[in-house]
Every structure is written in structure tokens, then in C-alpha cells.
């Protein structure tokens, strides 16, 4: 079956960088992108980019360019998604999602709680 | 940007009774437009995608329709489980944009 295994909860500081790992499996791997997707506490979900998991190409939201890396590794079935010069404001649960423009997000990882405090 | 708005933001119903939830496009996302339950502590589960289609294992009572800027999320007998926020989401056209939810709560 479809699984996507997420990398467990971070605590960071203000500034520091998180890398949160995706690892698929159940499917062949470079046939379906991976979607990163955010919620803040008491907000909605967030579509932050995705990665061809074929190619390594990538398109994020505008606001995280510069901010944000994503790599895939077939060796493994693995997507990490680096996030840099973090604020409070991404303190959030972080989900992969497998989907990619032009289809949905049908399996979801479980989920990871980044947390940044002083 | 695509921006997609759904309504209400929140919607008290009974077990039993009918819901109807709305999402509107900014801009056409064709009949790329998904909806999704999401409860606490869990992921997001897909229910509907192509605007109509039923994902694997949703029960025939979660019901979509619409295309281009419009679109319906309908649940004809709500059951206890039901009770969950609900995002439509765009997959048209990156970003892909989601709305902001619709919170369907036991009145």
C-alpha cells in the first residue's frame, strides 16, 4: 500500500534551518511529484511548492522562494524539504503530500510539527 | 494566483441533515478542483478530485460538482464522523491554491 513516512517533530530557533524528510513507498517513485503543504495553528492549509520526483524540478509559492529547498532521492524514495532563516511564523505542521499541477494529493504523510522558539 | 473562497466559514447541521458546501475560483481551474477532510491530529484525506470523482473508499453520501469558478461539495446525511473542516483546493494551475475551509460542526 501507498505510504509516505515523515522525519519527526523539530524545535528550532529563530534564524536556525529545518530538513524534513518524505520517504514513499508502496509506488514507483518517479512516477508521482511530492507536494509540500503547511497549517499553522488555528490557520488553513498552505500549499508551499512541489518537486518532480522524475527530473528535481521544482515550483514553490513566491514567498518562500529563496527560503525553501527540495530534493528528492531515488536511491532511498526520500524527499526533504529544507526550510531556512526560520521565523515564528513557520512554526506549523508540515505535510507531503504525493501530487503534483494537474493532479490531487492522494496520500498524505503523517505530518511534522515544526516549532520555532526563542 | 488562483485565489479560492469558500462558504459559510462555519456550518451547524445535524446528523442526518443535508450539506452543501461552496468554493469559488478567482480565475477557472477547469475541472481541476479537489476537496478534502481534514479532522485534528490527522492528515488531510482526499474525497473528491476531477470536481466529481469519489476517491478510493469515500462513501457515496460526499458528492461534488461544478467546474471552471464554481463548484459544491455536498454530504446527504451527515454521520457523526462527517464532522471536519473541509478545503477545497485548485491543482490547475501552481500555486495550488486552497480555500480557506468550511467547518462543518454538529449544531
Known amino acids: 500500500q501507498v505510504q509516505l513516512v515523515q522525519s519527526g517533530p523539530e524545535v528550532k530557533k529563530p534564524g536556525a534551518s529545518v530538513k524534513v524528510s518524505c520517504k514513499a513507498s508502496g509506488y514507483t517513485f518517479d512516477s508521482y511529484g511530492i507536494t509540500w503543504v503547511r497549517q499553522a495553528p488555528g490557520q488553513g492549509l498552505e500549499w508551499m511548492g512541489w518537486i518532480s520526483t522524475y527530473n528535481g524540478n521544482t515550483n514553490f509559492v513566491q514567498r518562500f522562494q529563496g527560503r525553501v529547498t527540495m530534493t528528492t532521492d531515488a536511491s532511498t524514495n526520500t524527499v526533504y524539504m529544507e526550510l531556512r532563516s526560520l521565523g515564528s511564523d513557520d512554526t506549523a505542521m508540515y505535510y507531503c503530500a504525493r501530487g503534483s499541477p494537474l493532479l490531487p494529493l492522494d496520500y498524505w504523510g503523517q505530518g511534522t510539527l515544526v516549532t520555532v522558539s526563542p | 494566483e488562483i485565489v479560492m473562497t469558500q462558504s459559510p466559514v462555519t456550518l451547524s447541521v445535524s446528523p442526518g441533515e443535508r450539506a452543501s458546501l461552496s468554493c469559488r475560483a478567482s480565475q477557472s481551474a477547469s475541472t481541476n478542483l479537489a476537496w478534502y477532510q481534514h479532522k485534528p491530529g490527522q492528515a488531510p484525506r482526499l474525497l473528491i478530485y476531477?470536481?466529481?470523482t469519489r476517491a478510493t473508499g469515500i462513501p457515496a453520501r460526499f458528492s461534488g460538482s461544478g467546474s471552471g469558478t464554481e463548484f459544491t461539495l455536498t454530504i446527504s446525511s451527515l454521520q457523526s464522523e462527517d464532522f471536519a473542516v473541509y478545503y477545497c483546493q485548485q491543482y490547475n494551475r501552481p500555486p495550488l491554491t486552497f480555500g480557506g475551509g468550511t467547518k462543518v460542526e454538529i449544531q
Open positions: 476531477g470536481a466529481s
